[in-house]
């Protein structure tokens, strides 16, 4: 089975996986060197995805507020909405599916479970985005995702 297939049975983005399976394709690298490829690819190709639609994320943002603002009890308790737990899952699995593939190609695995270092993925992109949604700065996000992978590297080692 190919890589693009694969990745359309687990929900990734067709760019996202276009992007890592051209990576793989074009370097000689392994182990953490190639996981960090992969990783930069991957992010890199979906942040022209999040950037073409930004009043989509701002009214998503505003809808997740207004939903977020009506669940925190007045004792100050959080009462999670699962409407926005459902979204959160939904990207942490994608983000698990991708992790999944670029430690496959790379011949690496990670340090901690999948299903962690996808919700310190998830989380990092999703401030990064909400930021570059109140500046427009560019170049922030192109140092967030740098800064991300490398991050995201040292939580791996090789097979």
């Known amino acids: 089975m190919s890589v693009s297939r694969e990745l359309t049975e687990t ?36 942040w022209p995805l999040v950037k073409a639609a ?11 507020l207004r939903t977020l603002r009506q669940r925190w009890s007045p004792g100050g308790e959080t009462v999670g909405d699962p409407t926005a737990v459902a979204m959160f899952r939904a990207m942490d699995d994608e983000a698990g599916d991708f992790l999944g593939l670029c430690a496959r190609l790379s011949g690496t695995q990670w340090l901690e479970p999948v ?26 996000i192109l140092v967030v995702i740098d800064d991300l992978v490398g991050c995201l590297t040292l939580k791996a080692v090789e097979r």
Do not use: K, M
């Not at 996986?17 to 991957?42: F, P, T, W």
């Not at 930004?54 to 997740?64: D, G, H, K, Q």
């Not at 299903?115 to 985005?129: E, I, K, M, Q, R």
């Open 11 to 46: 929900s990734l983005r067709p760019d996202v996986c276009q992007a890592v399976e051209q990576a793989a394709a074009s370097v000689d690298a392994v182990g953490v060197r190639a996981l960090r490829i992969y990783l930069h690819a991957g992010l890199s190709a979906y």
């Open 54 to 64: 930004p009043e989509r994320r701002v009214a998503a943002y505003e809808a997740a």
């Open 115 to 140: 299903d962690s270092v996808a919700g310190y993925l998830v989380s990092v992109f999703h401030g990064a985005v909400l930021r570059w949604l109140a500046d427009g700065n560019d170049e922030t």
